[in-house]
């Protein structure tokens, strides 16, 4: 990564040892072969030691992650889709140890279809929009320098009592439809997203929910918050019975301090989205949704934000299509479309009417269900 002002950074150790997680299944399923090919000899130059775990079924790497021992690596390098770091990074918060273990630098390689945090990296480094082998060479060269820095992490906990950690984007509607109804068509690569969407848009549906923010920057008219919410701190269970402030053991996971529980209304600072019938609901806090979708173009890898866009009903199809295509570029924003809101913020509710439809987190489906993060 190039330096940014305000940033910290770290540097990989010389030499330095990396365990790769390999998922030969994601994308077209080249990711073995590409590895071999394009990363091996530049880490070798690099003096970057690999030792590669190539997982054989789902949550194999949620496993490894959760009871490996780590002291053995410097780095943990993902070759995959988005969908295995997103095992990595839940296994290593299931971990007693977790908050040592989430100091040890990641990487992400692109080996799947979608490689919306290759993308949003290679855009943070100030890197020209590239897909495929050479964003792969991007992101093993990003590697082989060793720069490390933060990445915000957004914590999403659900009405059945799931606490999840997501580093991508949580979606209902529409986007999430496109990305699990497209799963079928994962060898065709990126191109699997523009006949998913086709479809979609097709049967285009409604969804009807309350969606509820903390905005990152008070809204016009709206008083100031006194602070955090006033009122109990949950552990991200939905029930209502709360520990004691102050009574977290040691290694317990972080509190949700700016929530309180789902079964409480928002806090008053809170904004209430008078429309309860979407189409579409995106909270992203990369600037990539895929390697050709530049969703979040003011998003940064550590801004505290999460970028939350909706796109309410009664937009037409033919509208819907252009915000996508014009998305390529980054450039949905200024087409003004009456029916797409975008707005920054800390925290955010989304309570569906019904469990319909699809919930996905960082690209993996959910129940439908109420959900806040």
């Known amino acids: 990564l190039s330096p940014s002002p305000g940033d910290s950074y770290g540097v990989l150790p010389r030499p330095c040892r990396a365990l790769v997680l390999l998922n030969p ?45 780590l002291s053995q690596w410097d780095t943990l390098v993902v070759m995959a889709g988005d969908g295995l770091l997103y095992e990595v990074v839940n296994g290593l918060m ?36 590239v897909a495929k082998k050479k964003l792969l060479t991007n992101c093993a060269f990003i590697l082989c320098k060793g720069l490390h820095t933060q990445m915000d992490l957004v914590s999403l906990s659900t009405a059945s009592g799931k606490r999840l950690f997501s580093f991508l984007g949580f979606g209902w509607g529409f986007i999430s439809d496109v990305d699990i109804d497209s799963e079928k068509y994962r060898r065709l690569g990126n191109a699997r997203f523009t006949l998913g969407t086709l479809q979609c848009l097709a049967k285009l549906r409604v969804y009807q929910g309350r969606l509820s923010y903390l905005p990152a920057v008070p809204e016009q008219g ?9 009122a109990p701190i949950t552990n991200g269970q939905a029930g209502c019975i709360l520990p004691p402030v102050g009574t ?59 970028h939350l866009f909706y796109v309410k009903a009664g937009i037409s199809r033919v509208m819907l299509l252009k915000l996508f295509l014009s998305m390529a570029r980054g450039t949905h924003l200024d087409l003004n479309c ?21 919930m996905t987190v960082d690209g993996e489906a959910l129940a439908c269900e109420p959900v806040q993060g």
């Open 25 to 69: 299944q994601s994308g077209s399923g080249r990711a073995l072969e590409d590895f071999q090919a394009v990363v091996q000899p530049m880490l070798a130059e690099a003096d970057i030691a690999t030792t590669v775990f190539i997982t054989e079924r789902p949550h194999h790497a949620h496993e490894k992650m959760r009871d490996e021992d």
């Open 94 to 129: 299931e971990r007693p140890d977790w908050e040592d273990a989430m100091k040890k630098p990641l990487c992400i390689l692109p080996g799947g279809s979608g490689n919306a945090l290759a993308a949003s990296i290679n855009y943070y480094a100030g890197n020209d929009h």
């Open 222 to 230: 709206t008083p100031p918050a006194s602070g955090d919410p006033q």
């Open 248 to 306: 977290e053991t040691p290694g317990a996971l972080p509190a949700d301090s700016l929530l309180v529980p789902l079964c409480q209304p928002v806090p008053a600072h809170w904004t209430v989205v008078p429309e309860e019938d979407f189409v579409s609901v995106y909270a992203i806090y990369q600037s990539h949704l895929g390697t050709n979708l530049l969703m979040a173009p003011a998003a940064r890898l550590h801004d505290g934000c999460i």
């Open 338 to 358: 009456p029916h797409l809101c975008y707005v920054p913020v800390r925290a955010f509710r989304l309570e569906p009417q019904s469990a319909t439809g699809i």
